[in-house]
C-alpha cells in the first residue's frame, strides 16, 4: 500500500512540474517541444512500477542461473578467479598478436586472498620455437600492458 502511495505522490508532482515548465516556456516554436517532453515524462512516471516489476524478475532469473551451481562463498570465489583468468588470457592473446605472436599456451598463477583481492602470482605464456627470437621482446611487451611479470617460453 505504502508503495502505491509513493507512486501516487510522484505522479502528481511529477504532473505538476510539468504544468509549470509548460506554463513558464515561452509560446511559439519550443511550444510543441516542451509539450512532448512533458507528455514523455509522465507517461515515464506512470510507467515506473512496471520497470521495477521487470527488474526485480530479471535479477530473480540471473541469480536462478547461478544458484545451483555456486552454493558457497569458495564456490563464488573459483568462479570470479576463472573469469578473471579468460578475461586476462583474451587481452594476452591480443596483445601478442598486434605483435605479430601466435600464442600456444598461457598459464596463470593467481588466488584470491581474504580481502578479496585476486593476487597474481606468475604468467608463463608458451609461443612456438619460431617466435622465441621475440621472446625477449614479447615478455617485456606484455609485462608492460599487463602490468605483471609475463615469461616467455618455447613449446
Not at 69 to 88: F, G, N, P, V
Request: with cysteine; aromatic share 8%; proline share 2%.
Amino acid at each position: 500500500m505504502d508503495e502505491l502511495r509513493q507512486w501516487a505522490l510522484c505522479l502528481i508532482i511529477g504532473a505538476a512540474a510539468g504544468t509549470f515548465v509548460m506554463a513558464v516556456s515561452p509560446r511559439g516554436s519550443m511550444d510543441k517541444t516542451v509539450r512532448a517532453v512533458v507528455g514523455i515524462f509522465v507517461v515515464a512516471a506512470i510507467c515506473s512500477p512496471l520497470a521495477e516489476l521487470f527488474k526485480a524478475d530479471f535479477a530473480a532469473d540471473a541469480f536462478a542461473v547461478f544458484e545451483d551451481d555456486l552454493q558457497s562463498e569458495e564456490d563464488m570465489r573459483d568462479y570470479l578467479l576463472e573469469a578473471y583468468r579468460a578475461e586476462l588470457e583474451k587481452q594476452i592473446v591480443s596483445a601478442a598478436r598486434e605483435r605479430g605472436t601466435e600464442i600456444e599456451e598461457i598459464f596463470i598463477s593467481a588466488h584470491i586472498d581474504a580481502d578479496n583481492c585476486i593476487i597474481i602470482h606468475d604468467i608463463t605464456v608458451t609461443v612456438s620455437p619460431e617466435c622465441l627470437e621475440q621472446g625477449g621482446e614479447l615478455s617485456r611487451f606484455l609485462s608492460e600492458r599487463m602490468g605483471v611479470n609475463v615469461t616467455v617460453n618455447a613449446e
